[in-house]
């Protein structure tokens, strides 16, 4: 049964394609599913490498896809292809049906066509025509990389740039029909410094969302900068000793740890798995009074911010843990569905040949009151972490970081940098260790990897006191 | 469309467009896949995928490129447009050229290609697998990590010199990660992953059992002093920590600056004589085998370091070039073609008279660390600075008895760790990236929380 006339035989970007999507989740819902979810893309994207002062590299890439996902009670089919043809998707959906081994196709959930077009789009389609163009990309990065050699001690000299814009169409059978664009640039300096056996290195990446000109208004010089003294302060750094003491974190790339090692924990996808220490702590307490932490999808600009998440639900602002206290988890349809978390606009995906799983966003430890120099002040012997290098959390929460610049801290003063330093732990034990919390909260790009595939995001905190972890050196 | 119509439509594309020299790579793929949660089914995933990387060099010979998974003739014109217009931009300081060895015969091996078995199966061997793993110990109350896979898939190399290769595979996956909760204890998690050329070629058997055994023999754990320790690598960690290291082998990462080698090194010491490390792409214990790089250059079997000395780097065509050598069969297509090893094959050279054979994992009686497995390469390697500082499952084994470690670090330096290589054990293990005998190492800094 068609709500309309059928007008095009293949989904066709910047039209309206509401007829033949309807069809489609009729066609799925009438097979039998409860639930019916189209997700098509179509990506135009560019990356420029330049190393010392060359260009070495411009990588243009295109492509489009779909991803269809059927629910039948709480499990879900998923089928993705790069056939956006009537036939093409009929087939997937088949496939997706079939996989379900749904033979019983008497209605249950009923769907009556897709809701007024929700189009986030109408502004965004000038950006392609706004972002820099490889010329404009190209002469920044060799300028930013010619201010990368300030000493003959830089060895190595990298810059990179890359920029995404996808335009995405979500149906489903719940009504839901969104159109949208999404713009996100990143760009990322790298140097090796060497005298004689001593070696470092040092790295910055800065990136925003649905900004076309964000990437020219980038303060190459400061970055450069930043870049550099970085790599020179741990270049003849000694080995740190390992040992149980305090740590201060620095802000912004700092809450890496928080995300990695807490932020995990709070999607759905690890209550559906059993792998949450916190699944049963809903309003408990799991962290010190100081800590407050949010995820949210709206900050303008921010790497993780979306008009809409790749479900159709606009992001919300998400207090996961309020003075301490859990409050929230971050979820998706699944996740709903599975475990009864009201979705949070959370549900995202690398892209098409994904299905939508809960992910954080803008991820970040609310400010406090204390300064910088409170925090350091207030310890005699411990690790300033300055600057985060990745981390990993294994399956049972136990989280592994990096330092890439660290310094003693002796007597509330910085002292001596040290290099090596990996700061080992659980969440559970460490959370409720963040004793204080700076005034400087900022927050930094970042890609997050996960069931979903790689998505952006961003992580921060201010300057935050961990009364005791376990450092890992030499 | 098939490969060989994909690549008479590029190549009439690029006449239209008066583009004189290309190449392309792709692969074609078909793959589905099963997750379960306690008996149910979680997710059945298919997917139909395509991706295509066409170069173009342009009239004074710079290379652009442009990747897509658009391969109609509306697309393929528009990938070779882009690439067109990227060329531009192209390295001048580097030129690319086609492959010298992009024609040359290739090893064709029996490929072992299996049929689909299809969802429903991959389904029923996956939920019979779960149940098995959780009634094999009564600790064991779930297997959160868990999925069943095949995989089918065509890769294509040609150019417009008349170089076509193309070969065409199949591949399965089981992975069993369970979780093991006692009471008054943390939770601990082990797994296990199989690899096929199809389901059928699988032994869910044994991955059923690795996972069950490895998952309860950290139940019992304990935190270690922090403290320097003798350490015997299983092959499996040992290969981990030799493929993060890898660009000491890599022409591209020296070129780069990112390498602790230079042009120079070849015939350095780099470990105790009784060391040989080969990469052996072609190993018919390799499912994932390739007889060709993204160059179309063939692959082969190289020796990487000879009793103990750098024997030979990884090339591209352009490396090879700047090097005064052949390429060696390492190439990923790309702007900036990427170099990296295929399967590292370890095993003790002739001259090992020096080893500590007394030192073997299964009967040694004294103090020492075995890791198992090493966590987080990502983040605790520094590959250009040689050092690293990673996370590792495995226990500390004292006076005959063996505790599983609980939350440690192992940290060094890898041409410290290459040196003092005190034995090297006799039986290579096949791992899902290679093959290796247990190494023993001495001295490596442990940080624990005891």
Redesign the interface.
Known sequence: MLSSQIKSNEIIFGSCNKDLLEEIIFYGMGLGADFVEIFIENTDNSS??A?ED????????????AGIRIFKD??????????LTKNGLMKSVS??I????ITDNKKREVFNGLDQHRDYSLSKKKWINEVPS?HEI?EKLLVSTKSLKKNNKI??RKGSYSRNLQEVIIASSDGTYVTDIRLHQTVGLNV?ASDAQY???GSRRFGSSGMPHEFRLWDHEKAANDVFESSMNMLYAD?VD???MPVVLANKFGGVIFHEACGHLLETTQI????TPFENKLNEKIAHESVTAIDEGISEGSFGSLSVDDEGMEPEKSVLIKDGILKKFISDRAGELRTGHKRTGSGRRQNY?F?AASRMRNTFIAKGEHSKEDLINSISDGLYCKSM????V???G?F???VEEGYLIKNGKLTNPV????L???AKEVMPKISMCGNDLELAPGFCGSISGSVNVTVGQPHIKVDSI????? | MNSKEITTQISEAADSLNLKKWDYGASFSNDYSVQVDKGEAKQLKASQKQILTIRVWNESNLVGITTTSDISESGIKKALNQANIASDFGNKNERTEFSPLAKDPIEVKDSKKRNPVGIKKLLTLLREAEVKLLESHESIKSVPYNGLSESFYERVYANSDGAFRSYTKSQAALYLYARAEEKNKKPRSSGSIKLGYGVEDIDIESCIKDASNKTISHLNYSSIKTHKYLICFSPESFLTIINAFSSMFNARSILDGVSLSNKNSIGEKLSTEALNIYDDGLHEKNISSSPFDGEGTPTKRLCLINKGRLENFIHSESTARIFKTMPTGHAGLGSKVSVSPDWIVVEKSEENSDLKTSLDHSTYEGEFVYIEELNAIHAGVRASQGSFSLPFDGWLYKNGKKISIESATVAGDIKYLLKNIVNIESNQEVTTSGISPHIWVDELSITGDA
């Open positions: 420029v490498l190393e060359f260009i070495t590299s411009v990588s243009p890439s295109f492509g489009r896809g709480k499990k879900d089919g998923f089928v993705s292809t790069n056939d496939q997706a079939e996989m379900l081994d490889i190209s060895i190595t090796i070696r470092s290195s080995y390992a040992g149980q559906e798995r059993g792998t040949s299905a290098g990745g981390g990993s294994g399956a049972t136990q592994n970081f990096a290099k090596g330093a990996t080992i732990g659980e376990t450092v890992g050196g030499r």
